[in-house]
């Protein structure tokens, strides 16, 4: 079938992110790029407050539909009104994981209700990697289930298959290699966040994410937010271990219309967009180190103390997300005692350092001409909107998928360094120093991660190019996706 041909034909899309922004936003970008090349209906389903976020960050022009799955957060355990991960401490997120389990029957209610209603099942559903729950709903209804992973393929192989073997614990040693991965890589005992390490396949986290990733591999295919010039050999793996199609149609950024609103994530910036703007343009071209560890992370107090002596000590500009540490509510009041003394007026009476509390408009700040470096987590939207931007990493991961990205870019693309992994390390202002000089360095190793986070940029840009001439390799994916998606209706 032809493009033209799937582009008029109709049919039904469900789609399920699972409940944290950094899920719901790559999920409501991909939902955008079905929309413009299909006829189809995308419902999107989720828990009654995630769809009131929904609701309002799509613009009312929107065709896509919302569909609310009954969720009450107080029966599981979870304080009222919650049903994202933001604001949860991470010891918490895995109580939001299993209390996801419930939105299967809704889910299978709401699905039969569109093949009552319409005599036939939806086309597909497209489901979270930790919603992989969905794959039974498809099945059940006759319909198919394609898992969506809002990481990056290198590093959504290692996460799923460390967790399904728990290589670990066959071994005394620190080193050791992860099915999926060539015989000859190494992964390292302290690339584990604590959960994994400990995990025995009995503990919650064990019990929630081993039979999910083991529905995921189910799945008639996976869409996967990363493209085949950037992450050549993490496709070729994942493709490998999973053994069905993998569409690779990213980078699949925030919808323009969610730049720099607060409707971004529901979050207030801690500082207005102007005068981070206004800050930046000050500043010399590549000169400013920003700073964040995402959406639901932050580091420890010591961490914090040696963080903000090495970043003085530096003489860099720099802007820093900043939240109170580890172990605190991170959503909580700041205080001064977390820093050196007087450390943020002498940043602002200097004009050397921008504390933003909370939330950054962070891709402004990344397309922004001045920011040469970003100290990050490596969630995977946060590598991707650096390296859209051309803007090298230093890598600091904390939990999930974030130090197998870090170790992918370091080896694989050469683009980061990594300063230190987790929240427990013991860092040196020293040490900070050292890093930043490294990155910032305009000579030697600065000089090269600068122009291969530009090549990474350029790739990226082809992949999604799209004119008469041409098509990148992530649009030919997706219109490859689109006429999957379709003629699945016919088997
Ligand atoms: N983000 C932001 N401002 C902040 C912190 C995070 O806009 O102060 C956005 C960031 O641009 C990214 C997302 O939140 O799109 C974080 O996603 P990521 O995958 O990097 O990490 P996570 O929060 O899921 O750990």
Redesign the pocket.
Known sequence: MSMADAATKRGHIVMIPCM???HI?PFLALARLIQQRTNFTITTANTPLNIQYLRSALSSSSQIRLAELPFDAIQHGLPPNIENSENLPLARIIHLFHSSLSLEAPLHSLVSQITQEEGQPPLCIISDLFLSWANNVAKSLGTRNLTFTTGGAYGTLAYISMWSNLPQRKTDSDEFWVPGFPQNFRFHRTQLHRYLRAADGTDEWSRFLIPQIALSMESDGWICNTAEEIEPLGLQLLRKYLGVPVWSVGPVL?PDTLRGSKH??GKEPGMALEVCMEWLDLKDENSVVYI?F????TISASQMMALAEGLEESGRSFIW?IRPPFGVDMNGEFREEWLPTGFEKRMKDTKRGLLVHK?????EILSHRSTGAFLS?C?????L?SLSNGVPIIGWPL??EQAYNVKMLVEEMGVAVELTRTVESVISGEQVRKIIEIVMDRQGKGKEMKEKANEVAAHMRNATKENDQEKGSSVRAMDDLVRNIFSSKAL
């Open positions: 944290a922004h950094g936003i925030p971004r994530a964040s995402g959406s639901q992370n997300v939330w950054g408009p962070q891709l987590h969630g995977w939207n946060s590598v909107e939990a999930a």
